[in-house]
T-cell receptor, first 115, second 113 residues
Framework: EPEVTQTPSHQVTQMGQEVILRCVPI?????FYWYRQILGQKVEFLVS????????KSEIFDDQFSVERPDGSNFTLKIRSTKLEDSAMYFC?????????????FGPGTRLTVT | AQSVSQHNHHVILSEAASLELGCNYS??????LFWYVQYPGQHLQLLLK????DPLVKGIKGFEAEFIKSKFSFNLRKPSVQWSDTAEYFC???????????WGAGTKLIIKP
């Protein structure tokens, strides 16, 4: 069964460094999402991406964040200058988007630790 | 703003007990509703979903949920839980033009063998 994959599973970085979190969505899916979950808190929507552009973003997704689909398979989330409060589990999801399918399929997550 | 409330943050049950986890949402438009489960050390998996039609939906592993529109609720049920149901359960609502998910805080369920 096709699945969403994410790398790395765990990333440790120092405050102020740039990180890139990678996701490979399911191949025939058209909509892509990033969510994050700070330890002990709710899962929060960050951004949605469709047709090679951001379709919606939350207040969390400020200028420090960017997303890209550089090669038609990968979907990346970049945090330009990490802060301690960026420490969280980051989940990528994809959705087919055709035939009325609203279901999102999630990757296993990347645990980002900012020290 | 849309929101999802899960009433119980921690639930502890014995095996074979019945389970009901509450979920209420706040959104005026058409919604799609989901329950996701996260087993220890694993990623989020879809348990069940409601898009339209019969408000009683059945999911995997014997779970079911009932959509009650008048109460803005989508409670998760299982008649007899097993130790392997120990996990965190999340209620979520599709909202917005891009169908992003709005999440509840999650309920940690512990089943005592």
């Amino acid at each position: 069964e096709p699945e969403v994959t994410q790398t790395p599973s765990h990333q440790v970085t120092q405050m102020g460094q740039e990180v890139i979190l990678r996701c490979v969505p399911i191949s025939n899916h058209l909509y892509f999402y990033w969510y994050r979950q700070i330890l002990g808190q709710k899962v929060e929507f960050l951004v949605s991406f469709y047709n090679n552009e951001i379709s919606e973003k939350s207040e969390i997704f400020d200028d420090q964040f960017s997303v890209e689909r550089p090669d038609g398979s990968n979907f990346t989330l970049k945090i330009r200058s990490t802060k301690l409060e960026d420490s969280a589990m980051y989940f990528c999801a994809s959705r087919q988007g055709t035939g009325g399918s609203y279901e999102q399929y999630f990757g296993p997550g990347t645990r980002l630790t900012v020290t | 703003a849309q929101s999802v409330s899960q009433h119980n943050h921690h639930v502890i049950l014995s095996e074979a007990a019945s389970l009901e986890l509450g979920c209420n949402y706040s959104y005026g438009g058409t919604v799609n509703l989901f329950w996701y489960v996260q087993y220890p050390g694993q990623h989020l998996q879809l348990l069940l979903k409601y898009f339209s039609g019969d408000p009683l939906v059945k999911g995997i592993k014997g779970f079911e949920a009932e959509f009650i529109k008048s109460k803005f609720s989508f409670n998760l049920r299982k008649p007899s839980v097993q130790w392997s149901d120990t996990a965190e359960y999340f209620c979520a609502v599709n909202a917005g033009s891009n169908y992003q998910l709005i999440w509840g805080a999650g309920t940690k369920l512990i089943i005592k063998p």
